[in-house]
């Protein structure tokens, strides 16, 4: 009896040792993933300031960051990952659409479509995005590291009342200015007949994009309002009771 | 005899909603249901969701008030399911709606196609077995849902309806609008790719239908109880030795099998979505009978024989 009792109650302390380990590990991780995107962020930064700075002019910047851009912003797609197996509490669907709205904006909009490079709205959004991540990643980072400084967190909590309708202005400008020549060259669609029996009008596709901004953006910026309410509500209540 | 004392507890607020005195000891949760509803005319008994907990899990309506682990005054906790719709009214209006769409769109009504093509016929014989074969599937589901399908809960709640909607009407004008197109590729391999596909569909009609009534003849009319599923002296039923819901394993094959015959991106995309979904209820399902059955069949695979 007693043996069988000890064989429980060690097998119980190996499991809280697996959690213990398995929480350590998440940690170590989500802290050297969130240092990282920081810092791509900030060189990214630096890049676009740098090329203004010398070219005096923002023709040509997206181009001369395009690669960085798709590097950070594409393998911010394993946050999806950390909320999928919950090393991160947010849900899963709120992250997917706001990893995948940004991703198709690098990688099918301007990216793909090289006349819209140098219009003024891409410049908007990509202003808004670094500000934006750089304020996300490093409040994550101090987060994780328990030292987080006042200004990060207000930052993070405040800035998207700004920064989250400018960058939909950029970016659904930016779309728009990509519709004519979408249309144009024909890029991303399939017409009948084919063996697939099945046509894809890219052009219509964005124009479907453009509307789903409607639903779509109210309920993140929401969410964000909601967050903001719940973060520094509680700390006011604190204040209160010192 | 001892009567009881129910009070009823919004499971929110914590309110109290209802006090029934001198209730009877056998009294069911159904009848205690329809009690709060002469209280709370808004609140018709399929909406209600009664249990011990706040948090816990709904009481059913056949459970009776002596049986339960309350004191002679029982509490309980209301939570408002919202507007209820049933079943059959949801199955039939979201299996219509294809029915009628497809057609639609076989008949090529005005502001679909060209002008020019209004209200002509493909010239693709396979277009027409098509139409027959989708036809047929739906009118199937809808006598089945009239006179072959027992359901265990009367009614589900209301948006289930325009989303259900929303999925098959969707879907079935997306595939309708491909395959009855004035520019439809007929199938690569030609008659025998067809001939295949309607073999693999009628196959699976025939065994989806055959497990519908096996499901039935399980359960007494009138009656929910619960049974594990054995093949029958139908051949097509044998496959439930290998899986828990070949029902949907049937339907699958189905699809795959009108995807085959019409050769329609569209329609493989609907059968893998609906394969996805039907894997997740399998799953579920699956999981419900091995919980409470101690003898269930371990052989037996949720949707696909050793697989999934």
């Given amino acids: 009896m007693a043996s069988s009792e000890e064989d429980g109650a060690a097998e ?24 990282a995107m920081t810092t791509g962020w900030l060189v990214l930064t630096l890049a676009m300031m740098r090329f203004y700075v010398e070219k005096g002019t923002h023709k040509g910047l997206y181009r001369s960051i395009a690669r960085t851009l798709k590097f950070f912003q594409t393998f911010a797609l394993v946050e999806v990952g950390h909320c999928a197996i919950g090393i991160v509490k947010t849900s899963v669907i709120v992250t997917g659409v706001q990893v995948c709205s940004r991703i198709f904006m690098v990688w099918f909009v301007t990216s793909s479509i090289r006349q819209i490079q140098n219009e003024e709205s891409v410049i908007l959004f990509l202003v808004v995005w670094t500000v934006t991540e750089i304020t996300r990643y490093s409040y ?19 800035f998207f009342i700004v920064l989250y309708p400018l960058g939909v202005i950029g970016e659904l400008l930016t779309i728009y200015a990509a519709l004519p020549f979408v249309r144009r060259s024909g890029m991303y669609s399939m017409r009948l007949p084919n063996k697939y029996n099945v046509s894809f009008d890219y052009y219509y596709c964005l124009i479907i994009v453009m509307l789903s901004y409607i639903p779509l953006f109210p309920q993140l910026y929401f969410h964000m309002l909601r967050q903001r309410r719940k973060v520094l509500h509680g700390e006011v209540i604190v204040e209160k009771d010192d | ?50 249990r011990l907990d706040p948090k816990g899990k709904s009481l059913k309506d056949e459970d009776v008030l002596q049986h339960l682990p309350v004191g002679t005054t029982a509490t309980f906790y209301f939570r408002d399911l919202g507007a209820q719709i049933s079943w059959v009214t949801v199955f039939l209006t979201e299996y219509t709606g294809p029915l009628v769409i497809y057609l ?37 589901r809808l006598l089945e849902t009239l006179f072959v399908h027992r359901f265990s809960h009367g ?8 989303k259900n909607c929303t999925y098959y009407w969707g879907f079935a004008a997306w595939m309708a609008y491909y395959i009855n197109h004035p520019l439809y590729t007929p199938p690569i391999y030609g008659e025998q790719q067809i001939r295949i596909a309607l073999i693999i569909f009628l196959f699976c009609q025939i065994g989806n239908f055959s497990i519908h009534i096996a499901l039935r003849n399980l359960r007494p009319p009138g009656s929910k109880t619960r049974k594990i599923p054995y093949p029958t002296k139908n051949p097509f039923t044998w496959i439930f030795l290998l899986v828990s819901c070949p029902n949907y394993t049937y339907e699958l094959g189905s ?54």
Avoid at chain 1, 140 to 149: A, E, V
Avoid at chain 2, 155 to 162: A, D
């Fill in chain 2, 255 to 308: 699809w795959l099998g009108f995807t085959l015959m019409t050769q329609c991106l569209p329609v493989a995309f609907f059968t893998l979505v609906g394969f996805i979904q039907m894997t997740v209820w399998a799953k579920g399902k699956h999981r419900s009978y091995l919980k409470e059955f101690r003898d269930y069949p371990p052989l037996r695979s949720p949707i696909l024989p050793f697989v999934l």
């Fill in chain 1, 140 to 158: 994550y980072t101090f987060n994780l590291l328990n030292h987080l400084p006042h200004f990060v967190k207000w930052a993070r909590y405040n």
């Fill in chain 2, 104 to 140: 639609m769109f076989y008949f090529r009504v005005p502001f679909i196609y060209a002008p020019k093509y209004d209200f002509t016929t493909s010239k693709h014989w396979v277009v027409h077995l098509a139409c027959m074969c989708h036809s047929f599937h739906y009118v199937k």
């Fill in chain 2, 1 to 50: 005899m001892k009567h009881y004392e129910v009070e009823i507890l919004d499971a929110k607020t914590k309110d109290k909603l209802c006090f029934l005195d001198k209730v009877e000891p056998n009294a069911t949760i159904g009848e205690i249901k329809s009690m709060f509803h002469r209280s709370h005319p808004q609140w018709y008994p399929a909406r209600q969701s009664i």
């Fill in chain 2, 155 to 162: 009614t589900m709640p209301l948006r289930n309806i325009f």
């Fill in chain 1, 12 to 35: 119980e302390k190996e499991n809280n040792n697996k959690k213990r380990t398995k929480s350590a590990l998440a940690t170590a991780w989500l802290t050297f993933y969130n240092i």
